[in-house]
């Protein structure tokens, strides 16, 4: 009886491996590949923009005080539009030599503030105020992470459709009777426009009290996602 149950055991371990090895290799037949995408022009709903300061002065301490105290400001300044998420950005502080000489002429500080809000007049006129202070480095405009969320989810839908159309016809063509999915990846794209890279002599909004006059065009953004996958012929 021990013998018996251990060629038993042996026949069973070596059935179940063999039904396991054949597994893979049913999935590759009458297996075709398919992709197909869903895609929507979407109006950007948020404004991004970076403004700086640059000071050079002969004493280090100096320069970092004045520095600071526009930085203070502009803070003081942005706390009148809550609509508007601010960030000081990076800050930096190095030496100016003398041209060909390694002689120290002064120390130049540049510190950065960034600005972030769909509320296109706020933030307009919040950078009309700090423009009389600040230069602008860029402004661009991208859709919020709610309205891309909301897209994408309708997007998905729309691609998942669009893969069972495809895979419905090809089932049509090859004169099969159905398919079954034999896996799916959904991936998700989006085409932003670039940055506007602006300089201090054009890059001036409306002043503070004539910035309801400004106006801003955001442009648009491309959202796609694409469904990629494999169907097997019944």
Do not use: C
């Not at 055991?9 to 999935?27: K, R």
């Amino acid at each position: 009886m021990r013998y018996l149950g251990i060629a038993t055991l042996l026949m069973s371990t070596s059935l179940s491996t063999a039904l396991f090895a054949q597994n893979p290799n049913d999935l590759n037949y009458n297996v075709a590949n398919i992709q197909a995408d869903a895609t929507r022009q979407v109006s950007n709903d948020e404004m991004h923009a970076v403004l700086y300061i640059e000071k050079n002065h002969k004493q280090p301490a100096e320069l970092a005080a004045q520095i600071t105290q526009l930085m203070n400001q502009a803070t003081a300044i942005a706390k009148k539009y809550p609509q508007v998420k601010v960030e000081t950005g990076s800050q930096t502080t190095y030496p100016v030599y003398l041209d060909d000489t390694q002689k120290l002429k002064e120390w130049r500080g540049r510190a950065e503030i960034n600005l972030e809000s769909t509320n296109f007049k706020a933030a307009s006129q919040l950078i009309a105020e700090l423009q009389q202070s600040f230069q602008t480095q860029s402004i661009n405009f991208t859709v919020s992470d709610e309205q891309r969320k909301k897209v994408e989810n309708e997007l998905i839908i729309e691609a998942s459709k669009n893969f069972q159309q495809r895979a419905q016809l090809l089932t049509q063509a090859w004169n099969k009777s159905g398919y079954n999915l034999v896996n799916l990846n959904l991936n998700t794209s989006n085409a932003y426009p670039q940055p506007v890279m602006m300089r201090a002599s054009v890059a001036k909004f409306a002043s503070a009290e004539a910035a309801d006059s400004q106006n801003v065009a955001a442009g648009e953004s491309k959202i796609t996602v694409n469904a990629s996958g494999s169907i097997q012929f019944k």
